[in-house]
């Protein structure tokens, strides 16, 4: 597990590392600014979607995904370093990506753990990195420019989970 600054209120992150084919090394913040915080969805279950991050011929990861059932937090890639995540190389040079697990089009896997635990680590790496608490840069994967993918999608709550990362932080 990487090491923050004390004033950061992280949840506990279980640290499982992405294949090093999936990210690039870098030296955030200092190469990169880090200003944007993109959401995803999955579309595939906690467990699938960590094999896909772990397999070397895949070519994608995140720095986090919150499990459905119980929020639990798996970190994949360090902040430090450049995940694989926006499908656009400016962005993903400049955000952290938090996976969801779930379906785009299953509101069922929204739960309240899961939004609770993902606002409390949105809210620490906001405020490790300066991120305004905004739409403009807490962003769904949908709303990258180029994107060619639809997360987090039409039942994401926006205002509840940007609620609960303001009160987080």
Sequence with gaps: MEERPA?????????????????TVSSR???YPVDFLVIHVTQET??????IFQDPRSKVSAHYMVASADGYIGQFVREKDIAWHAGNWDYNTRSIGIEH?????RPEYFTDAMYRSSARLAAAVCARH?????RERIIG?????GSTHTDP??????????GLIAAAG
């Design 7 to 23: 004033t950061a209120t992280y949840p506990p992150t279980h640290w499982i590392p992405a294949d090093n084919a999936n990210y």
């Design 29 to 31: 913040p200092d190469a």
């Design 46 to 51: 906690f467990p699938d979607a960590m094999r």
């Design 101 to 105: 697990e779930g379906w785009i089009d």
């Design 130 to 134: 300066g991120i305004p608490l905004t």
């Design 141 to 145: 994967h949908v709303e990258v420019p």
């Design 153 to 162: 999608g039409p039942y994401w709550d926006w205002d509840r989970y940007v």
